[in-house]
DNA sequence: CTGCCTGCAAACTCTTTGCACGAAT
DNA sequence: ATTCGTGCAAAGAGTTTGCAGGCAG
């Protein structure tokens, strides 16, 4: 945890180093993105990485954050997250551990991560099975909030707040 | 599958009686919502339904056909399939089977169901060690057309055409 | 008859895009 | 100097909603 905080500054070298060597340049609102995104300890949207990339630039726009996050995407320096609501949810990739699914709470609107390890071994599974390379993985569950609360992990970010 | 067709009427009163149970109306227009949906034999948008809802009854309207998905939905007759693009898809469900995954095309854009039973057993451990009801489970992967075609299962529809 | 249901069109929300200016290389 | 990146505002796409009239019960 406090390593994360350690190794923002060489993260963010990894991204000028990844926006070099696509070609792309090393703007003052790319790197306020970054940070910004760096910055939320969960998930975030479009919207709240504007905000606070502001905070960092205030130069920062809308146009430019939305310009912004497929190339941290590609970059895998974030990861998107799509559960299916009208709108995006991203997370920095602060640690590369195993696949991720998601919980989500139908009451408190909110999204825990959680690991499945075993998925990586039902992608080998499916790939095999029909001879294909995997590209990604999705796995949602959706539950309710009463029961997360009565397990003493909702409102409490008991696994991993979103 | 000819019993599915076989079926239709019968499925149709169900509709019915669920429409009535929920002191809905039956109206032409939801009827030929129903017979436009049962008629696509897998994966179809809103867009997709209103224009065969209106071979059927030309009077529906798009905001009908918006209105009458979430019925639908919840009568349990056809179901959601949200892959995470722009808009939706839904699929008549016409065999109450086993947990369907999504397999997703990137190259030709179509969708595959395949049966994913042990997903049941997934859903109970999740909801044991967290002590919740789990409401719903979403799993897709996603995979490279060419390597779906070299299986022998895309373009050809040898899982479910999508 | 009552009031839910409908079609129409406008509104909404998130995201993308055209354009002219500004900044990185 | 070039050329890519940016902010602004308008456009886009799918879906939702307000309203006045219509039809089911």
Known sequence: ???NTANIDSVRETFKEFLTSKGLRV???RLAIFDA???HADHFTAEDLLERARE??????????YRALPILTESSLIREVDVGRDYKFYMANK???TFQAQ???LDCEKIFEIDAPFMEWY??????????NVESQRLQVTARCNELREAGICERGGISKG
């Open 1 to 3: 945890m406090e390593q």
């Open 56 to 65: 960092i630039d205030d130069s920062v726009s809308r146009a430019t954050v």
């Open 27 to 29: 703007t003052n609102q």
């Open 95 to 97: 640690n590369a551990t």
């Open 123 to 132: 992608g080998k599974t499916v790939a095999d099975k029909l001879s294909l």
């Open 103 to 105: 919980v989500i709470c």
């Open 37 to 39: 995104a760096y910055s």
